[in-house]
């Protein structure tokens, strides 16, 4: 299958310059980029696309054993960058979407050269010396719920990740996202996203490396950006005057200008 129609890529800005991947989260689509590409498409080539699953990619790509696992969602990015001859890409990954891109950037290091983790979390459950946020009952409870009735989950959750209870069109519009994603396929992604352990791919990491944390994240506690900090040798924490898990939505001027600055000092 064509890979452009099947990730409905999207290739923006200026045309000789570096490259940025922005790769979304689950639930969402490369819709939740729009606020930050006006300042990004201004000095790069800028790369959008959608996971199958997600957005307009083409639903009939699905396959449920190839995205039970984070290394299809990492397949998509590779076809994408191979589809595209892209090369020195700087990968922006927003949550689990930044653990993809390390899946990536180790199956390709020849392409990716840099990563950009937007709020990332390497595992959602709490362990033995890692806050992840989550005790595994929580997560339990967090996927029954979703599995049951995926709209109502949708219009409860969503709200509290995008956080800013005092703009609430944010939540209106990530809950918005949620419910036009197909639930089949939201139940694959979010057990593949919760489920996920991949505090040992951070040691693969050997490119630099931008994290960026919210001052205040119930998905992704300030204790995760530190810890994937901490992981990363050659990696930076940024901590953004920003609140909730999506501060490409809530805080675009200072998420594009932390991008900025790391790829020109890159």
């Given at each position: 299958?064509?890979?452009?129609r099947?990730?409905?890529?999207t290739?923006?800005?200026?045309?000789?310059g570096?490259v940025?991947?922005?790769?979304h989260?689950f639930?969402?689509?490369?819709?939740m980029?729009?606020?930050?590409?006006?300042t990004?498409?201004?000095?790069?080539?800028?790369?959008l696309?959608d996971?199958?699953?997600?957005?307009?990619?083409?639903?009939?790509?699905?396959?449920?054993?190839?995205?039970?696992?984070l290394?299809?969602?990492a397949?998509?990015?590779?076809?994408?960058?191979e589809?595209?001859?892209?090369?020195?890409v700087?990968?922006?990954?927003?949550?689990?979407?930044?653990?993809?891109g390390v899946?990536?950037?180790?199956?390709?290091?020849?392409r990716i050269?840099?990563?950009?983790?937007?709020?990332?979390?390497?595992?959602?459950?709490?362990?033995?010396g890692?806050?992840?946020g989550?005790?595994?009952?929580?997560?339990?409870e967090?996927?029954?719920?979703?599995?049951?009735?995926?709209?109502?989950?949708?219009a409860?959750m969503?709200?509290?990740?995008?956080?800013?209870?005092?703009?609430?069109?944010?939540?209106?519009?990530l809950?918005a996202?949620f419910?036009?994603?197909?639930?089949d396929?939201?139940?694959?992604?979010?057990r593949?996203?919760?489920l996920?352990?991949?505090?040992?791919?951070?040691?693969?990491v050997?490119v630099?490396t931008?994290?960026?944390?919210?001052?205040?994240?119930?998905i992704?506690?300030?204790?995760?950006?530190?810890?994937?900090?901490?992981?990363?040798?050659?990696?930076?924490?940024?901590?953004?005057?920003?609140?909730?898990?999506?501060?490409q939505?809530?805080?675009?001027?200072?998420?594009?200008a932390a991008?900025?600055?790391?790829?020109?000092?890159a």
């Amino acid at each position: 299958m064509e890979i452009r129609r099947r990730n409905n890529v999207t290739v923006t800005g200026c045309v000789d310059g570096p490259v940025l991947l922005l790769a979304h989260g689950f639930g969402c689509d490369q819709n939740m980029w729009r606020l930050v590409l006006p300042t990004l498409a201004e000095s790069y080539r800028v790369v959008l696309f959608d996971y199958v699953g997600s957005g307009r990619a083409d639903p009939s790509a699905w396959d449920e054993r190839r995205y039970s696992s984070l290394d299809g969602y990492a397949q998509d990015v590779l076809e994408v960058v191979e589809e595209l001859d892209l090369r020195e890409v700087t990968f922006v990954g927003h949550s689990v979407s930044a653990m993809v891109g390390v899946l990536a950037a180790a199956k390709s290091p020849g392409r990716i050269a840099r990563l950009v983790m937007v709020a990332p979390s390497p595992r959602y459950i709490d362990d033995e010396g890692y806050r992840g946020g989550f005790s595994a009952a929580d997560i339990d409870e967090l996927l029954e719920s979703l599995e049951s009735n995926y709209l109502g989950w949708s219009a409860a959750m969503a709200p509290v990740i995008m956080g800013n209870d005092d703009r609430p069109e944010l939540g209106q519009e990530l809950t918005a996202a949620f419910c036009a994603t197909d639930p089949d396929m939201a139940r694959i992604f979010a057990r593949t996203t919760f489920l996920s352990d991949s505090r040992e791919d951070l040691k693969t990491v050997s490119v630099p490396t931008l994290i960026l944390e919210c001052r205040q994240d119930v998905i992704a506690p300030r204790e995760v950006g530190a810890y994937v900090r901490d992981a990363i040798p050659a990696s930076r924490l940024v901590t953004l005057e920003a609140t909730g898990h999506c501060p490409q939505l809530s805080a675009p001027q200072a998420t594009a200008a932390a991008i900025v600055d790391f790829v020109g000092a890159a």
